[in-house]
C-alpha cells in the first residue's frame, strides 16, 4: 500500500495540526504564495546574479525560514537555501514541489539538492516523526 502526502489549505492546515498527524507537516497557503514543509517556509523568488547562472533559470524556490527545532534544519536546510531538486526533480516553482510531493511516499525520505553562497548541499528529510 502506498501513501500520498495530501497538501491542505491554511485553514485545513490548522485543522491537521491540532489533530497531529502527517499532514500538519504540509500546508500550502495561496494569500501568501508559500508552502510549509517539515519546519520550512518556502516561496518562489526571483534568481540574480550566480545563482540564476548555476540554476539556469530566472526564478526558483527558497527557504525563507528554517526553523531551528524542526526537522528541515535538523537536516541541514538553511534560511536562503535555494531548491535545486527534490527526488531527482527539476524545482522552479511550488507548483513543481507541490507536485514532486503529492506522488511522494511518506515512508520514504526526501532527497534534496540545495544552493547557497558555500555551494551545493545535498540533504536527506524524513516524514517518519510524522506518521502515527
Same mark, same amino acid.
Not at 63 to 69: F, G, I, K, M
Given at each position: 500500500?502506498?501513501?500520498?502526502?495530501?497538501?491542505?489549505?491554511?485553514?485545513?492546515?490548522?485543522?491537521? #495540526?491540532?489533530? *497531529? %498527524?502527517?499532514? &500538519?507537516?504540509?500546508?500550502?497557503? !495561496?494569500?501568501? @504564495? $508559500?508552502?510549509? /514543509?517539515?519546519?520550512?517556509?518556502?516561496?518562489?523568488?526571483?534568481?540574480?546574479?550566480?545563482?540564476?547562472?548555476?540554476?539556469?533559470?530566472?526564478?526558483?524556490v527558497v527557504?525563507?525560514?528554517?526553523?531551528?527545532?524542526q526537522d #528541515?534544519?535538523? *537536516? %541541514?536546510?538553511? &534560511?536562503?537555501?535555494?531548491i535545486a !531538486?527534490?527526488? @531527482? $526533480?527539476?524545482? /522552479?516553482?511550488?507548483?513543481?514541489?507541490?507536485?514532486?510531493?503529492?506522488?511522494?511516499?511518506?515512508?520514504?525520505?526526501?532527497?534534496?539538492?540545495?544552493?547557497?553562497?558555500?555551494?551545493?548541499?545535498?540533504?536527506?528529510?524524513?516524514?517518519?516523526?510524522?506518521?502515527?
Open positions: 500500500m502506498r501513501m500520498k502526502i495530501s497538501l491542505l489549505g491554511a485553514r485545513s492546515g490548522k485543522e491537521a #495540526a491540532a489533530k *497531529g %498527524g502527517m499532514d &500538519s507537516r504540509i500546508s500550502y497557503d !495561496e494569500q501568501k @504564495s $508559500t508552502l510549509k /514543509l517539515l519546519g520550512m517556509t518556502l516561496t518562489e523568488a526571483p534568481l540574480e546574479g550566480e545563482n540564476r547562472q548555476k540554476l539556469g533559470s530566472r526564478g526558483g527557504v525563507l525560514v528554517a526553523e531551528w527545532d #528541515a534544519y535538523r *537536516g %541541514g536546510v538553511r &534560511s536562503g537555501d535555494i !531538486e527534490v527526488n @531527482s $526533480t527539476r524545482i /522552479l516553482s511550488l507548483q513543481d514541489l507541490r507536485k514532486v510531493l503529492r506522488a511522494h511516499d511518506p515512508h520514504l525520505p526526501l532527497f534534496v539538492f540545495l544552493l547557497n553562497s558555500r555551494g551545493w548541499r545535498f540533504v536527506n528529510l524524513s516524514f517518519i516523526s510524522a506518521l502515527p
